[in-house]
């Protein structure tokens, strides 16, 4: 039987505000990227990864930009931030599309609204969701 790790050579723990900054970053990248997959396999696009990468690199400068832009660090799952950062994603995502020659169409601006508005603000609204049943229940 072995005896835990003395608390001196512990790892030290993420605080908890650092643990739901991170974990909110990954469910917004996430959300790109399920936006992205799922376009390039409606257009029978292959899941290669130089092109899944190229169609999602503008929506991801716009992510970041919005993230710094509404300083998501400070509440992360916050509606304000999550209003920010999607119309962010969408704005600047299809302004770089355009000056990066990709392009863009009136029914993708509106379906990239949609889709990534369900998605990053979908995420939030679940999470206040949860968060106030827990709080209710306790």
């Known amino acids: 039987m072995t005896s835990p790790a003395p608390a001196a050579l512990a790892p030290p723990e ?3 505000p650092a643990r739901r900054t991170a974990s909110a970053a990954a469910l917004d990248v996430a959300s790109v ?3 992205v997959v799922a376009g390039r396999h409606s257009h029978a696009e292959g899941p290669d990864l130089a092109g899944t990468a190229s169609t999602a690199w503008p929506f991801l400068s716009g992510l970041a930009a919005g993230w710094v832009a509404a300083g998501a660090w400070r509440a992360p799952a916050s509606r304000r931030t999550g209003v920010v950062v999607w119309v962010s994603a969408v704005a600047l995502g299809q302004a770089l599309r355009v000056v990066g020659g990709r392009g863009t169409e009136a029914s993708f601006v509106v379906v990239s609204a949609v889709v990534l508005g369900i998605l ?3 995420w939030r609204g679940l999470a206040s969701a949860l968060a106030r049943l827990t709080a209710s229940g306790s």
């Open 14 to 16: 993420t605080p908890a």
């Open 33 to 35: 990227a399920v936006f």
């Open 120 to 122: 990053l603000l979908g």
